[in-house]
């Protein structure tokens, strides 16, 4: 039976009349024969509490007002305790009760009828109810479907976060480099994703990614093109072989048209040689002495759009104390409520005015300068940052 039809409300009369229960399913037989309506009867308001807990599906209760006992403002006044706003109750009188009738609609009555009952008036006012009780069961439902949805997002973004690297520093006895990663999601979870790992002693290796979309099948993207890269990587193939084995991956697994940006490079501890793809990704800041510079491209395209793509690879040298500054586009491409883009120029001013500093620092502060800039409007993209140091 499906959950919002109205043959799962039950109608309950309140009535002390003995001859209205026959009545009533008389005059309503067809629509009880249906499973249109499906009445159930109580004699006074105790009794009709007490049908509550016997039959926990009630929806409508038409209730007399002078009934023996416990009267029907009375039960009104109980059932508005209950706090239950499924629970319509429709006030049956006199004529004349005006005072009466208008005590009950303050006390939260959904409607009235008067006495002798016109029975197609009260058909159409049981009607006009069970719908307001239907659309509530709706609202209810959908709002019960947002918050299973919000709870689920929420568990996904804790996932997601869970598979970055987090601790920091990430391996405390090396003091011949430093690393330190951010990432900050547009939505509950996000498509952009950094990772390290030693490859062997004096071998580093890490990436940074950017998935196409956004939400939930950016987020599975994500961690699958994380998972394979660091997987394959941690083979130490040349960074090349590793992006086109990763993107024939990629290709064979991708829908929707996803695909992935990235930058992967191997850093020899030892000289400061980076071997790195530039899979169609934004190319790093290497911040020294002498200034900032950006890493060359390598002309590769982004993975998971064209099978058997052969991935060239290039190499850098980093000097004691340079830093390598890697982002995805979140970072130049963040907007203020004036619609104006934070841009390239921005953040090479920035990074050039903050090169000396940590590189945890160095994070934290363009998170801050990004936050600002924005001013509170709306996240544009996911916020992602990568800091590489060769110790002095």
Known sequence: MNELSTSSVKIMVVDDETDLEPLIRQKFRRQIHEGKYDFVFAFNGLEALSRLIEFPTIGIILSDINMPEMDGLTLLSELKALKNPGLKTVIVSAYGDMENIRTAMNRGAFDFLTKPINFL????????????????????????????????????????????????????????????????????????????????????????????????????????????????GLKGIPTGECMSYVNNLLCSESVSCMFVTVFYGILNTETGEVEYVNAGHNPPYILSASGLRKVEMTGSVVLGCFENMEYKSKRVTLAPGDKLFLFTDGVTEAFDKDDQIYGEARLEEYLQKNSHKPIKEITDSTNLELANFMAGAEMSDDITMLILQISK
Do not use: C, W
């Open 121 to 232: 008036d009260l058909e159409i006012t049981i009607d006009k109810t069970m719908d307001e009780i239907m659309q509530l069961r709706r609202s209810m439902k959908e709002h019960d479907q947002l918050i299973s949805i919000r709870q689920d997002l929420q568990t996904a973004r804790e996932i997601q976060l869970a598979i970055l690297p987090k601790v920091f520093p990430p391996f405390p006895n090396r003091t011949d480099f430093d690393i330190f990663g951010s990432m900050i999601a547009a939505k509950e979870v996000g498509g952009d994703f950094y990772d390290f790992f030693m490859i062997d002693n004096k071998r580093l290796g890490f990436v940074i990614g950017d998935v196409s979309g956004k939400g939930v099948p950016a987020a599975i993207f994500m961690a699958v093109s994380r998972t394979l890269i660091r997987a394959t």
